[in-house]
């Protein structure tokens, strides 16, 4: 990396650390104190003078209770995880329908915006061409792999609670890249469809809404019964209810704790408030 670049860098992390720092009115010394990284060095980093090591990073997401991404300011994960995309829906399909079992399930979805669940076939034929800039040849195979995957979780799940960051519900609605390559009627569908369920399939879904900062993927409940994938997809066996319920916990300390609309009519209010800025 050049020494320009570097700064850049180190300019955009000390803005983050300061921004942090005087909206929650925390001063360098309490930082210091919390990290246990001694104040001349935390001024350095909060300086951009220094860039901070990774374990340092850690220690200062831990104590202002920021996401290493969202101090980091990476951008949304816009291209395949996969070589193919059809690779990618075949592979998550497969996986879904052994892990739900006959009997199917929960899932709990943690991610930066809404899940693909949530898309029409002829939004996600858009997004195959124009955001992941498929080969033509291509995008008829993902679609009939996109569309086996939607059958499975049509089929097999029972609920489903999405926790999704605020900041990229705004930008997409809005439009903002890279979704300005998606047609505002076909968003303007995607988020009514998700306003329609949760008006009228309370029992079967539920979207909490939170902080850019709170962003986290990496939960602590990884064993043969659960099981994180696909930047933060959790499924969960209904056979067994008491991992379910402990990873629920979490949730809902999301959604009392750390949510910004903690009440499903307010989620519901500024879905709208969003859609009506966008007429």
């Known amino acids: 990396m050049s020494k320009s670049k570097e700064l ?12 942090h720092l005087n909206t929650f009115g925390i001063t360098g010394k309490e930082l210091s104190k919390n990290t246990g990284i001694e104040l001349n060095t935390l001024y350095s980093i909060i300086n951009g003078h220094q860039q901070p090591s990774v374990e340092k990073l850690e220690r200062i997401c831990t104590s202002l209770q920021i996401s290493m991404d969202a101090l980091l300011d990476l951008e949304v994960n816009t291209f395949p995880v996969y070589s193919q995309k059809v690779d990618e829906s075949l592979i998550l399909g497969k996986f879904e329908d052994v892990w739900f079992g006959p009997n199917g399930g929960e899932r709990i979805v943690v991610s930066r915006n809404f899940s693909t669940a949530n ?6 034929r858009v997004i195959y061409k124009n955001i992941y800039r498929l080969p033509d040849d291509q995008v008829e195979p993902a679609m009939q792999a996109f569309q086996k995957r939607q059958q499975i979780i049509n089929k097999k799940e029972k609920s489903r609670i999405e926790v999704v960051v605020e900041s990229e519900i705004i930008d997409f609605i809005q439009q903002r ?3 300005d390559l998606i047609d505002k009627k076909l968003i303007h ?6 306003i329609s369920r949760l008006e009228n399939d309370p029992l079967s879904f539920e979207l909490i809404i939170i902080p850019r900062q709170f962003f986290s993927v990496n939960y602590e409940i990884i064993n043969r019964e659960v099981l994180v994938f696909d930047f933060g997809s959790a499924l969960f066996r209904q056979t067994h209810p008491n991992i379910l319920q402990n990873f629920l916990k979490e949730v809902e300390k999301y ?10 009519a307010q989620t519901i209010e500024f879905l709208r408030k969003q859609l009506d800025e966008t007429r």
């Open 8 to 19: 850049k860098k180190n300019d955009k992390i000390s803005k983050k650390i300061k921004d």
């Open 119 to 124: 898309q029409s076939e002829v939004m996600r």
């Open 177 to 179: 890249k890279p979704f």
């Open 189 to 194: 569908e995607c988020v009514n469809g998700i």
């Open 255 to 264: 959604k009392y704790n750390l949510g910004c609309y903690p009440d499903r």
